[in-house]
């Protein structure tokens, strides 16, 4: 909900919940703003005149949105105005003629805000963050995205400090005063709501570049980086004209303004931020070079950039009518970001990345307490909105779509959507609305997965008919109750479905197709296929078609003969991770009987017969041994077992290390490469494969991966295959481990991003004392509580990525966690809220230990000023 008009007899002293139904159009809007900034560490003082329009015609007071500001003054029609009354939240303002120039002048603190949020300051510079509420930080205003004006900024502040002062949109003018100030005044030409508002000042080093659009205006660049970073960059660089040029050529929308910004900080709660024309970066998505940062750093900048880029249409343009409708932008934005990534690299390896999240966290998001629809229809804290599921299953939705209407289709929706909203405010419906007018295909079932919440399983069954060469396959679709919703409906679930035969060659299922998309549109669906000679095997769900978990009764002998001949590499995939996980599961029950456990050899020969594959895509071949993590695989268990799980994953790895060494160093051979970087997609698969084949030498003979981590260290030249000998010498606690790791540490304790990498190893370190070794972390050089980036290394992968030791069965992992949050409580509550989610999440844990997390979250609870961010999770998690 987005209220219109707040009283103090409404706001009562526990958070309440917001509803998608209470929704009600604003009673004043604003059509444009002038902001004028007069910026000082501890005392800034802001002017906003606004020109307001009462829409509905009665004499209801104006409220406007604001914390923690100092008033200074108000002025109605450019006269001193006192008829308003400060309440909790904000101003109401009364008696208002029904146009009108509304001047408010306020006075913030940018030094103390430690929680990101508004203006602040990131080091030495100015810098602000909106989305979602960020803007009552700043000014009092209508601070909801359905209300969208025109944004004139005037920036005033110490030149030799802050020589660049940025805002939205043009750069219109700018002077100097005689104090050794200066001043700029920018001008957003087009409408937008206030989270999309930006400003930064600070001393930086630019580099500048330029874009010619495809109707041939030049558009500026410039990306700003802290001095000394400018070296950094150019990857950055590339990628923006990358996705600009992409974006032009995929969805045919082109940039709008004559300049485009990207400013790097250190200190961000995100990792991004799509403000017109002045996107404000993490630098951990912005900085990266061979030494420094690794593949993966430079494929994430690479997605972000195109992300923030991709929101000035998916976003900015066509914004949200209600932050209810967030996935309106989050999750066509994620699945446009996830095409651009594949089609610039491997659409494989880049879908199989995205189902990995899926499985090993969605899946649990929507398993857990904050379980919660893409459009969610109630919340408390609107931060807490910012989710796997809004974004990540959000973009799964979308790509539902896409596979159900094809490309033509899907293209031809987007280009209605875009001609019908384009500078307004909207919601799901209406982009639903534009696809299916653009198509002709009823989505009207479809919709079910904008407001239906958890993971639908889906029951596979089939019979082959030799004598009419017949064969049919049947669905049963189950969606089992979540915390917020009891009652669940039949859902339009796509299957990409591909047909083997026994030679091992995909049948043809007409028009020369060897795959068809299914529409389970009921609770239970058959569908048959006719001149079928032979029993085949079925990949299903090629590509991850939907967000669903499935139950299809393989033997091992199936999924082997999916392994080797399904043309899908993402089945392929899916097939090594099912057969893994049945034994897996059968491993535990072992480890529990106190039984041997064991790998069968028709599973280690399947493996065997990947990794010697030459043609395969090397990174494809290492995504196969990537197995699904100790977070991810509680999902396979009603009650999961901590200890027995961890044991019986590390023997099955250690079992295919031993098994597979041999195959193992001659692709670490045969791939490790020491020619001079080049993040090319190529290399990158490569150096990938190379790596994993280095972690399980290291599990199958710890002497001979001693020797090849020191060799590797000493002759790489690019921080992946650095830290890929740390991650080996670290996993398996090989005997260089404490040197090695003492050398990366005096080598760059002074850089906070690559120091994240190695706070990150240290945090899932398997020995026994590491809790201790992350509290005495704490005190670490390069350790900077305050700093979201060095949080999110250290104690988010301890209690995220180290399952194993978080959940000791003691309960002081969860003491830990719990004694930072409440720290973090006070400073960032918007942190501390992402990082609580290992210990809400735990339904499926023994009873034991769900009565010592129950222990903490009643402390959190009991504090006196619990933020909502946290109180809203807290409070959910103890009503399971």
Not at 249 to 268: G, H, P, S, T, W
Not at 817 to 837: C, F, G, H, M, Y
């Amino acid at each position: 909900m987005t209220q219109t008009t707040f009283t103090e007899d409404a706001v009562e002293n526990q958070p309440q919940e917001k509803f998608l139904s209470d929704y009600k159009v604003s009673n004043f809007t604003v059509s444009r703003i002038s902001l004028d900034f007069d910026l000082y560490d501890t005392k800034t003082h802001v002017k906003a005149i606004s020109q307001m329009s009462r829409v509905v015609q009665d004499d209801k007071p104006l409220f406007l949105f604001g914390e923690q500001l100092e008033l200074v003054s108000i002025l109605v029609n450019d006269v001193s105005y006192h008829d308003y009354e400060l309440v909790a939240g904000g101003l109401l303002i009364h008696h208002l003629p029904d146009q009108f120039t509304l001047e408010i002048n306020t006075q913030i603190n940018p030094e103390t805000n430690k929680a990101f949020e508004g203006l602040y300051k990131s080091g030495d510079a100015f810098c602000t963050q909106c989305e979602a509420e960020g803007f009552r930080r700043i000014t009092y205003y209508l601070d909801r995205p359905d209300v969208m004006a025109i944004f004139t900024t005037k920036i005033t502040a110490d030149k030799t400090l802050y020589p660049s002062l940025l805002s939205n949109g043009n750069l219109i003018d700018q002077g100097e005063l005689d104090n050794g100030r200066h001043w700029v005044i920018w001008e957003d030409p087009f409408a937008k709501p206030a989270y999309l508002f930006a400003l930064v000042a600070g001393s930086f080093d630019c580099l500048k570049d330029t874009f010619t659009t495809k109707s041939g205006r030049q558009v500026d660049l410039a990306l700003f980086v802290d001095k000394g970073n400018l070296d950094k960059t150019e990857h950055a660089m590339v990628s923006l004209k990358n996705a600009m040029k992409w974006d032009e050529e995929r969805f045919n929308l082109e940039y709008d303004l004559d300049i485009y910004m990207i400013v790097a900080v250190d200190f961000f709660n995100m990792g991004a931020m799509e403000n017109k024309g002045l996107n404000i970066f993490n630098s951990k998505y912005v900085l990266a070079s061979s030494d420094s940062a690794t593949d993966q750093d430079y494929l994430g900048i690479e997605a972000v950039i195109g992300h923030e880029y991709f929101h000035n249409w998916s976003g900015n343009r066509i914004t949200c009518r209600d932050w209810f409708q967030l996935s309106l932008k989050e999750g066509l934005t994620v699945f446009r970001d996830h095409e651009f990534s594949s089609d610039l690299g491997s659409r494989s390896v880049n879908r199989i990345s995205h189902v990995k999240v899926m499985r090993n966290h969605q899946f649990a998001e929507d398993a857990g307490p904050m379980s919660h629809p893409i459009r969610p229809a109630s919340v408390m804290e609107m931060n807490n909105f910012y989710t796997l599921t809004v974004y990540e299953k959000g973009a799964e939705v979308i790509r539902m779509l896409h596979t159900l209407l094809g490309e033509t289709n899907f293209q031809k929706g987007m280009q209605l959507y875009v001609q019908r909203f384009d500078g307004q405010a909207v919601t799901c419906d209406d982009f639903v609305a534009a696809m299916q007018d653009a198509s002709g295909v009823d989505l009207t079932l479809f919709k079910r997965w904008y407001s239906q919440s958890g993971t639908p399983t889906v029951t596979v069954s089939d019979h082959f008919d030799p004598i009419n060469n017949r064969y049919q396959i049947s669905f049963k679709q189950k969606n089992a109750p979540t915390a917020d919703q009891k009652i669940k409906q039949e859902l339009h679930i796509p299957i990409d479905i591909e047909l083997i035969d026994k030679a091992g060659h995909p049948i043809d299922l007409g028009d020369g197709r060897t795959n068809k998309v299914l529409s389970l549109t009921h609770g239970e669906q058959t569908f048959v296929f006719d001149g079928i000679a032979e029993q085949p095997v079925p990949s299903l769900f090629r590509g991850f078609s939907a967000p669903v978990k499935y139950q299809y009764a393989y033997t091992d002998q199936q999924l082997v003969e999916l392994i080797r001949f399904a043309s899908d590499d993402f089945s392929r995939w899916d097939a090594g991770q099912s057969l893994f996980n049945k034994y897996l599961v059968e491993n535990v029950s072992r480890y529990q009987a106190k039984q041997d456990m064991s790998v069968p050899e028709l599973m280690i020969q399947a493996f065997k017969e990947v990794l010697v594959n030459p043609e395969l895509d090397p990174a494809l071949i290492a995504d196969m041994f990537e197995f699904i993590s100790e977070t991810g695989a509680m999902e396979l268990f009603k009650t999961v077992d901590i200890d027995a799980l961890h044991h019986a994953r590390n023997f099955m790895i250690k079992q295919l290390a031993i098994t597979l060494k041999h195959e193992f160093v001659e692709a670490y051979q045969k791939h490790h490469i020491s020619d001079e970087y080049q993040p090319l997609t190529s290399d990158i698969a490569h150096r990938k494969l190379a790596n994993l084949s280095l972690l399980f030498i290291s599990k199958a003979d710890p002497e001979m991966a001693n020797t090849l981590v020191h060799e590797q260290i000493t002759q790489c030249n690019n921080m992946t295959d650095y830290l890929g000998a740390l991650v080996a010498a670290n996993s398996a606690q090989l005997a260089c481990c404490d040197s090695v790791m003492a050398a990366f540490d005096e080598r760059w304790y002074e850089n906070g991003l690559v120091m994240d990498k190695w706070f990150a190893l240290q945090a899932s370190s398997p020995n026994n004392d590491v809790l201790n070794n992350v509290k005495a972390l704490f005190s670490h050089r390069s350790f900077n509580f305050s700093n979201p980036n060095r949080l999110r290394s250290l104690l988010g992968s301890f209690t995220a990525n180290n399952p194993y030791h978080f959940h000791a069965a003691d309960g002081s992992g969860y003491e830990f966690l719990t004694d930072q949050l409440i720290k973090l409580n006070e400073q960032n509550p918007q942190v501390a809220s992402r990082l609580i989610t290992p210990l809400i999440q735990f339904k499926r844990l023994d009873e034991s230990r769900i009565k010592l997390i129950k222990v903490q979250l009643n402390r959190l609870l009991s504090l006196d000023n619990l933020a909502v961010d946290l109180f809203e999770k807290v409070s959910k998690a103890l009503a399971q």
